[in-house]
């Protein structure tokens, strides 16, 4: 028994030793201080920081600064950077890589100007020491991005080009670092300068030329492994790390790098996507800001008035250059206050690149011990003001976007939508299930439902239960994005029949089917049972035929008919292809008529949609397959087409999908049949006029025809 006791008191020694133990109050801390601190409307990043001071070497010691803590500390440095770079809005960027640039060099050079005359002049460094310590002002790390990830304003602008400045100022203050090193070994040269260039252009050619390639092929290869996908990326963003460091840039570079090179080929709403940003956001990212907070030593204050002048000088100029930056910036791009906010928020938090510059120039005997305690204070001053800074105008603008948001889409609003697949083929589900999830308005509350039809027969019961343990895989499809999958199986005498009735009971309103499969006189067209449910449903119907998957596709090529905009289901499609082109970070090209071209640009103005967009003007569709020449092997093309009756129907439309098949036949295809009008715009229009009776004997004339036609085959 008294070795038990001495062997548990043993264990408990501070700091603590046993690997488990230490583990778990790490995860306690993970778990506990974000809980707590939530209900004192303080975010969980300060708390997870504090705790860090609190249980570190210069707290409590209960833990120490071991290679263990080292290493996960670096791994969720270089998770912050790599989701960064993932989930920025390529669209976006490019876009605005103009007003990155110009944020990169006023983020820059407003601190450094601001700086090196107070460290040289007040504080009384010499140059070397005065222009190192103002480099470290023009740095920031994004250790508030987790905050407007979460809140999901993430894709905003101001986001955007903070994100493309981040990476242009620490790779700027970096590459100072280096030649202050150099310049002090003596060793500034021409072969200095020689070697640094071509390291990056190796490194830049690596990471934007071979690794997308190599993630494509791997992708394609071993499209069902999907816990390899995350091993492999995670193996991508430390060997970009290391490519990075060999090149003589800090290993944060490289990950964010490695996040732009496999940004289009993760979408934001994918399972691998949330794989990797739950496992982040659960444990690296938290393990790196405990061991930002093991860094302070709050001792260092009482050791005389010139530490604690020196602390107070550099975290009053670190965070006026900050906010002198944001301001200019909000007075360039004309931003609101909101936005100036949380650039400021983003930009504020100096932790990584500030400590790599500050314990180089340390242990260069550059920089005194006075410099090196006043930056581990500015770390924790600047993380917590930069905490409540981004939270609060992040919590702004998400309230601000839902004011702006349109109320409505069509004749239902986004957030009621339900979307309805029926399947004949669950080996077809995977590829059209993971479309219906990019697509789908993640605020809906409806989930996505998986029809099965089952025929009514002796064995009807048997089929149900054998349909439902075949679609429970794809519930877990579902749930590994977060988003949640509904199997329905129903009893009927026919599929067509059964469609309707589930579309209309759980009041769907938009229907996902896959492409037909057989090649009858009629389903030629657009297959049988298709027809019979866009005769019997006024859903938007999405017909797929995916033969690549989605995230290897270059572009979104649409073909619009003229009259398109006056049907009722318009404005939906529209949202729709604009989401998975966002989703997919790839352009969309899309081919209509000058009135059509007008009503989409005044609807993407109206809904606040901002894509990487060409309309080039097309009206020729009595020769529609002039359009095939400007169609690449790697674009998603997509046919906006019309049911009999509304507006945009044209003859040519019904034998457009037999044309799509034979011509286009290694691209993936997607058409689309909008919902049609509202009667009460119908009789607006025409209250004397009803094509009914007329498609009627249309249609009976074209039946009799095909009767005909099958009995004399």
Known sequence: MTDFINHLIHEFELPLGNPVLVFSLILFIILLSPILLKRLNIPGIIGLIISGVVIGPHGLNILEKN?????????????IMFIAGLELDMNEFKAHKNKSLLFGFVTFFFPLVIGFPVCYYFLDYNFNASFLTASMFATHTLVAYPIVSKLGVSKNQAVAITIGGTILTDTAVLIILAVIMGNTNGNLNQEFWLRLGISLAIFSAIMFLIIPRIAKWFFRKLESEKHSHYIFVLAVVFFAAFLAEVAGVEPIIGAFVAGLALNKLIPHSSALMNRIEFIGNSLFIPFFLISVGMLVDIRVILNGTTALIVAGTLSVVALLGKWVAALITQFMFKYSTVQRQLIFGLSSAHAAATLAVIL??????????????????????????????????????????EDEKIDSVGSGGLTDEHILLPIANSKKIE??????????????????SILSVVSNDEEAELNILKTRNKLEEFVKQGSATETKVNVITTIDHNIT????????????????????????????????????????????????????????????????????EHENGFDLWIIKIAKLAQELSIPLCLNCNEMTQKAVEKFLERARLSLNMTMPLFDDWDDFLVLSRKVNDDDLFVLISARKGSASYMNVLEKLPSKLQKYFKENSKLIIYPQQFDNSYITQRYEDISSEPLNIGIETIQKIGKDIGSIFK
Do not use: Q
Not at 374 to 387: D, F, P, V
Not at 532 to 555: E, G, M
């Open 67 to 79: 290679s263990a803590i080292d290493l996960f500390s670096t791994i969720g440095l270089l998770y």
């Open 360 to 401: 180089v120039g340390y242990k260069a005997n550059i920089l005194d011990e006075n410099i090196l305690n006043g930056t581990i204070i500015l770390i924790l001053i600047t993380c917590i003001i930069a905490s409540f800074v981004t939270e609060k105008a992040a919590k702004r603008l998400v309230i601000e976007s």
């Open 497 to 564: 029949s059964g469609v309707t009735r589930i579309s209309r009971e759980i009041m769907a309103n938009i229907v996902v089917l896959g492409w037909p499969s057989r090649t009858g006189l009629l389903d030629k067209l657009v297959g049988e049972k298709t027809e019979s449910i866009l005769s019997n449903t006024d859903k938007t119907v999405f017909i797929c035929d995916l033969v690549k998957p989605l995230v290897l596709h270059k572009r979104i090529f649409v073909a619009v008919p003229p009259l398109a």
């Open 431 to 448: 590829k059209i299930l993971e479309f219906s999830i990019l697509i789908k308005d993640k605020k809906s509350p409806n989930p996505i």
